[in-house]
T-cell receptor, first 112, second 114 residues
């Protein structure tokens, strides 16, 4: 599975859009981009995933560049409850789990 | 949908003792995963079950660790002869067939080894 690179931390003003970048320059054609988040003292929560098309659900939007080497998770109107560590993970649909790592993620602080 | 349940939530034990954690997945989920998370790090994969079959084990899962899912429902993770390095949060997750890697996590069982 491809390795990802994320900023260690980011701040976002409450009510504004939070744009969380992720680089995955070694991604291969059958690998999906997954995003999870982990609020303090809770288990991770699935947010969204995509292969090459942009995706949107009730939580967020995922924008994947045309070359698929990077992506951005967008929280359109960040609230204080969105303060969490956000993990970008790349894995193949049929791949094994041993190489899947959550990494350190991006700590997003939403500021009032 | 009652969510993934893990017990106990906190466990403090002395080095050398055995501990067991239990995970009850969401009822229709046939896939179950165990992860370990240490402070400041993301979760690390330990093992994966599809129904009662343990299909993958990480090299992190030493011979002191054993996981079971005897009837394809709940799962247990046992750590024998605990060491201080075993102190971590142990997370369980489950997923439905056909949903790729959309995991539902429990709140974890925190282990402290003194």
């Amino acid at each position: 599975d491809a390795k990802t690179t994320q900023p260690t931390s980011m701040d976002c003003a409450e009510g504004r859009a939070a744009n969380l970048p992720c680089n995955h320059s070694t991604i291969s054609g059958n690998e999906y981009v997954y995003w999870y988040r982990q609020i303090h003292s809770q288990g991770p929560q699935y947010i969204i995933h995509g292969l090459k098309n942009n995706e949107t659900n009730e939580m967020a939007s995922l924008i994947i560049t045309e070359d698929r080497k990077s992506s951005t998770l967008i929280l359109p109107h960040a609230t204080l409850r969105d303060t969490a560590v956000y993990y970008c993970i790349v894995r193949s649909y049929s791949g094994g789990y041993q190489k899947v790592t959550f990494g350190i993620g991006t700590k997003l602080q939403v500021i009032p | 949908d009652t969510g993934v349940s893990q017990n106990p939530r906190h466990k403090i034990t002395k080095r050398g003792q055995n501990v067991t954690f239990r995970c009850d997945p969401i009822s229709e989920h046939n896939r179950l995963y165990w992860y370990r998370q240490t402070l400041g790090q993301g979760p690390e994969f330990l093992t994966y079950f599809q129904n009662e079959a343990q299909l993958e084990k990480s090299r992190l899962l030493s011979d002191r660790f054993s996981a079971e899912r005897p009837k394809g429902s709940f799962s247990t993770l046992e750590i024998q002869r605990t060491e201080q390095g075993d102190s971590a949060m142990y997370l369980c997750a489950s997923s439905r067939p056909g949903t790729g890697w959309e995991l539902f996590f429990g709140e974890g069982s925190r282990l402290t080894v003194l």
